[in-house]
């Protein structure tokens, strides 16, 4: 499945999967509705359509992972957030809940080619001598 026929929620699902797995090397459906802040119920229906597209590994009752796939989908999406959520609480100076949360929407809105774009844009200005602003933490993954 591409990147662009995924809905907001179903990217949503796949970043929480990633956060889950990174942390406790697999994620379960209730960690996935707490985290999400959603009834345990409406989880399976989504972990249902990812596993049918092949995008994670569920079985009913059982552990859930993400394929090599849903993977890549999911690290796209935290790298896209990381990097807005940075540059609207570093450059813009918005609080670190805000900019959180704007980040989170629109993470899903911009596309490939206009993010490269905005990186590429946001180091300039770090590597910029003139900027009033400390430059991206190197410890961010690469995009």
């Known amino acids: 499945m591409e990147k662009n026929q995924l809905s907001e929620s179903l990217e949503d699902y796949l970043e929480t999967i990633l956060a889950l797995q ?7 459906s209730k960690d996935i ?19 049918e597209n092949r995008l994670i590994n569920y079985e009913p ?20 957030h990381i990097f807005l959520k940075d540059f609207f609480s570093r450059v813009l100076k918005v609080d670190e809940q805000t900019a959180d949360r ?29 900027c009033d602003i400390e430059p991206i933490p190197r410890s961010l993954p690469a995009i």
């Open 33 to 51: 509705a707490q985290k999400l802040d959603i009834k345990r119920g409406s989880v399976t229906g989504m972990l249902k359509k990812l596993a």
């Open 61 to 80: 009752y059982g552990y859930i992972t993400l394929t090599p796939e849903g993977k890549k989908i999911a690290v796209s999406v935290e790298r896209r």
């Open 102 to 130: 704007t980040a989170c929407r629109m993470e899903h809105a911009m596309d490939k080619q206009t993010f490269k774009k905005f990186r590429d844009f946001l180091n300039k200005i770090d590597e910029c001598p003139h």
């Open 22 to 28: 990174n942390k406790n090397k697999v994620a379960r």
